[in-house]
């Protein structure tokens, strides 16, 4: 077994041979809890601009990209700007990944999350470690609202959505999957517990994939497969076995995987947004201006 295939599953599903590993980091859970704790913000800062944080409180994927695009999608008549990190791109400070007219940054100056949104969406795309940088960046470019990926513990004035994802490992970092304990739930506007997901899988010859707990993708698909760790970059070694398949594989992947030679087919992941979820952000819009 993968070493990394071995640490996502203690995170998400535990059998009986993580016990000792996880028994092992619970002291070190403990003191990541109280960091958390303290740092966590009690006070908000207002930058002069609505901003719709989207977060989750589990490591890895929970749905924040595809709920970022259908946030995007339904307001396709506003100037959208996403900020977010950009994590694991070869690049450092603030960048505009996509303005409001097109793409000026390859996926390795991006990252592979902001290129799937700059690709898929209207919205202009800034990476930056300093997300008031980049919600300021926002601002000179003519948004007319923020989407802060990944902002729950962000100290600004915002709409707090989080994705709430059940795990069988209920203990925060490293012992266990939660980035945040359950109870930090109170700090969210809005707690998302149910996605409705509509996904579509296209034929092929076989799955690819390097995201999160990528076993997830088995519920649609049940011929062979390959997966690789999170955010991984592919190489050509990798793949040119495949080179005369039909491979699926996410709009993540997708981003890294189209300078190959490939016949690539993407799985379409479409989230719906409940109504009452759309009258919290229309109400937080409207009281904003």
Not at 1 to 30: D, G
Not at 73 to 99: P, T
Not at 172 to 196: C, H, N
Not at 228 to 242: A, C, G, M, N, V
Request: net charge positive; charged share 30%.
């Amino acid at each position: 077994m993968k070493i990394y295939n071995f640490f996502e599953e203690m995170l998400f599903e535990p059998k009986w041979y993580h016990r000792a590993f996880i028994l092992a980091l619970l002291p070190f859970s403990l003191i990541y809890y109280l960091i958390v704790l303290i740092k966590f913000p009690r006070n908000y800062k207002d930058l002069g601009i609505p901003i719709i944080s989207i977060g989750n409180i589990i490591v890895g994927g929970s749905g924040k990209t595809p709920l970022t695009k259908a946030v995007i999608n339904r307001y396709e008549d506003k100037k959208i700007a996403v900020v977010m990190r950009g994590y694991k791109r070869k690049s450092k400070g603030l960048v505009v990944v996509k303005d409001f007219e097109k793409i000026l940054v390859d996926v390795d100056i991006s990252g592979d999350e902001a290129m799937e949104t700059a690709l898929f969406t209207k919205a202009a795309v800034i990476v930056s470690e300093d997300r008031k940088k980049g919600i300021i960046k926002a601002k000179e470019l003519g948004a007319d609202f923020v989407i802060l990926d990944d902002g729950f513990d962000k100290p600004f004035k915002k709409l707090n959505i989080v994705i709430d994802k059940k795990i069988k490992n209920p203990f925060v970092l490293p012992a266990g999957g939660y980035r945040y304990p359950r109870s930090f739930l109170k700090y969210a506007d809005i707690v998302l517990d149910d996605i409705q997901r509509e996904v579509k899988v296209p034929k092929g010859d076989i799955l690819i994939s390097g995201i999160s707990n990528p076993k997830r993708l088995l519920n649609f698909w049940d011929k062979k497969y390959k997966f690789f760790p999170d955010h991984y970059e592919y190489k050509w070694e990798d793949l040119k076995e495949f080179k005369d398949k039909t491979i699926i594989t996410t709009a993540k992947d997708y981003v890294k995987l189209k300078k190959f030679p490939l016949n690539l087919k993407i799985i379409e992941l479409n989230v719906k947004i409940a109504p009452e979820v759309i009258k919290k952000i229309d109400d937080y819009l409207i009281k904003f201006q």
